[in-house]
């Protein structure tokens, strides 16, 4: 679907859209990790083609502390988004009857075919 919205009508020339689609997709901040993708993988932001130099070069640990709390962060937040979901996901769903094997309940018989000649008989 995110595909889509780059390729030309016959649906030809998705091969060439690919690397910008994915780098779209990359480059946006999400509300599940509240980072963007790139930066939760490699702890820095995408290069756009600005001009401006960084003359302070990282070190090592100080980059892998970074990540590691990024990802750290990133998954709380989608622990905290999931149980969101589930909540907003459960006030909409109702409780189960509680049926038991061998109980007899009437079926709605709409979506299933069968082969009888009348429905109504059925």
């Not at 907003?88 to 709605?108: A, P």
């Amino acid at each position: 679907m995110f595909l889509r919205h780059y390729i030309n009508y016959r649906q030809d020339d998705w091969t060439k859209w690919l690397a910008t689609a994915e780098f779209q997709y990359n480059d946006k901040e999400y509300v599940a990790t509240e980072h963007f993708p790139f930066y939760v993988n490699y702890g820095r932001y995408p290069w756009k083609g600005n001009l401006t130099v960084e003359t302070e070069i990282p070190s090592l640990e100080g980059l892998l502390k970074k990540m590691e709390t990024t990802r750290e962060e990133a998954k709380t937040t989608m622990e905290r988004t999931k149980e969101t979901i589930k909540r907003q996901y459960d006030k909409r769903t109702c409780q189960s009857q509680g049926l038991k094997t061998g109980e007899q309940v009437w079926l709605e018989i709409r979506n299933i075919q069968t082969n009888q000649p009348s429905k109504k008989l059925d």
